[in-house]
């Protein structure tokens, strides 16, 4: 199914204050909810859905004071995406300093009320990364408001399906699972930088499990700090050198 965009002339968007910051390009999404309550009628009346919209933009706008809506798109239980800031422009709901690395895309579900996120809205989450991916440069990484900031958002229950890997409702996950490829036959280790395609496969599947590396294919101090750190949680010799057993577990150990 081919996004359901509601655009902001549809749903009556409000003109930005100021012109957005530019992105070319995001490691990913991340996902949000409300924070607040809403009425699980929305589930039975899409006007309610347009009212919500209109009240984060105005909250948004003045409550905090930002020039427009924070987020870049917002799905409701209906199958449609809301237009907020759009691609190739800067969120500012994902924190200070962090809008710059993921779009940010809201589930119109809260902390009290309608609070577990229905098939529908799941879809259009997906339907809205993906939107950005072809739209907006965004890459594979998934995540929720809560990694990296501190706060309860996206809500437990939107929370538990990113973490599980964010799966279409009914089908397979978001991305066709990686291949599990055999040891390329060498360390990969720094210093010196590594540089190969067998560095970027590894670097990939990293991402993919949720740790913030570039997939560049340049083995150098980031994927070693990485690799240490994701050693350290699996009880491996944490050396920061990705030999067979910690390239095995890459792709067999559980994602926690």
């Known amino acids: 199914m081919a996004i359901d965009l509601v655009t902001r002339r549809e749903w009556g968007a409000r003109q930005p204050r100021g012109a957005y910051g530019r992105l070319s390009s995001t490691r990913g999404v991340k996902v949000h909810y409300t924070g607040g309550q809403v009425s699980p009628d929305i589930v039975g009346d ?7 919209v209109r009240s984060i933009q105005n909250h948004h706008m003045d409550g905090n004071g930002w020039i427009d809506v924070g987020y870049s798109l917002l799905a409701c239980p209906h199958r449609k995406v809301f237009e907020g800031r759009g691609p190739n422009h800067l969120p500012a709901a994902n924190g200070s300093g962090l809008n710059s690395g993921h779009y940010a895309v809201l589930g119109l579900v809260g902390s009290t009320g309608f609070t577990q996120p229905t098939d529908d809205i799941l879809h259009g989450i997906l339907d ?7 739209k907006g440069g965004a890459g594979d990484e998934i995540k929720g408001h809560r990694d990296g900031y501190s706060t309860d958002c996206p809500g437990g229950p939107l929370y538990a399906w990113v973490k599980r890997g964010a799966p279409r409702p009914g089908g397979g996950p978001t991305d066709p699972p990686e291949p599990h490829p055999s040891f390329p036959g060498r360390v990969l280790k720094y210093p010196p930088v590594m ?3 067998d560095v970027r496969t590894w670097q990939r599947q990293m991402r993919r499990r949720g740790w913030g590396i570039d997939v560049d294919g340049l083995y150098g101090e980031a994927s070693r700090d990485a690799c240490r750190a ?12 990705v ?14």
């Open 46 to 52: 899409h006007a309610r859905c347009v009212a919500l």
């Open 243 to 256: 030999n067979r057993a910690t390239w095995q577990a890459t792709w067999e150990e559980p994602v926690t």
């Open 195 to 197: 540089v190969g395609e």
């Open 128 to 134: 809205a990364v993906e939107y950005l991916r072809d």
């Open 230 to 241: 994701f050693q350290r949680e699996k009880g491996l010799s944490a050396t920061g050198a």
